[in-house]
């Protein structure tokens, strides 16, 4: 069944620490987006891309990086991961169209 | 860039009240409008859209309303269900034809409605 999938669900990490939160989407679609939903439910746009090898950044700050090597992958990497980043981060796989298809999430936990 | 702005934050109605949510947005070229209901612990969903070239958009109890040369528009709910308890997300857009998209969505809407 086609659909967006994030990996791992839940991380907890320690300070310093490098991660990298996995995206797959098997729609096909050129343009992904990744947001980063804090507690109080708003979302961010930190990362998007209009295809293979097309990363921009997003409205709000992030010391993350992406890349976008194949279609169907959309890997968001922190070098060096701090208390501040925690929080829920959300890929989205963008249809022609506009419409979003949203994964699972990632609730990440830096202590 | 696109600002998005939401309200209410927060929202309580009766089950069968109707529930309005507002959204203003900034950047004219914007022509995509979509809504997203997010359930706890899971997901954005979304729920109903509406583009520039009309003005109001139902489908069963929900619809949107468009006012472009206010730039604001409202996500209606009429007879609302316990099961309708959720956030709500308003988001804008330019086309997909326009070679420049970026979805920007508002701070949310959480809708409580009680038995």
């Known amino acids: 069944e086609a659909d967006i999938y994030q990996t791992p669900r839940y991380l907890v990490i320690g300070t310093g620490k490098k991660i990298t939160l996995e995206c797959s989407q098997t729609m096909g679609h050129d343009k992904m987006y990744w947001y980063q939903q804090d507690p109080g439910m708003e979302l961010h746009l930190i990362h998007y891309s209009y295809g293979v090898n097309s990363t921009e950044k997003g409205d709000l700050s992030s010391e993350s990086t992406v890349s976008r090597i194949r279609t169907e992958h959309f890997p968001l990497t922190l070098e060096s991961a701090r208390p501040s980043h925690t929080s829920q981060y959300l890929c989205?796989?963008?249809?022609?169209?506009?419409?979003?298809?949203f994964g699972q999430g990632t609730r990440l936990t830096v202590v | 860039g696109e600002n998005v702005e939401q309200h209410p934050s927060t929202l309580s109605v009766q089950e069968g009240d109707s529930a309005v949510i507002k959204c203003t947005y900034s950047d004219s070229a914007s022509n995509y409008f979509p809504w997203y209901k997010q359930e706890l612990g899971k997901r954005p969903q979304l729920i109903i859209d509406?583009?520039?070239?009309?003005g109001e958009k139902k489908d069963q109890r929900i619809a949107v309303t468009l006012n472009k040369t206010a730039k604001h528009f409202s996500l209606h709910i009429t007879e609302t269900q316990p099961e309708d308890s959720a956030v709500y997300f308003c988001?804008?857009?330019?086309?997909?034809?326009?070679?420049?998209?970026?979805?920007?969505f508002g701070t949310g809407t959480r809708l409580l409605v009680s038995p």
């Open positions: 509406i583009r520039s070239n009309v």
């Open positions: 989205a796989s963008i249809e022609g169209t506009m419409k979003a298809f």
């Open positions: 988001a804008a857009s330019r086309d997909w034809n326009t070679g420049f998209q970026k979805l920007v």
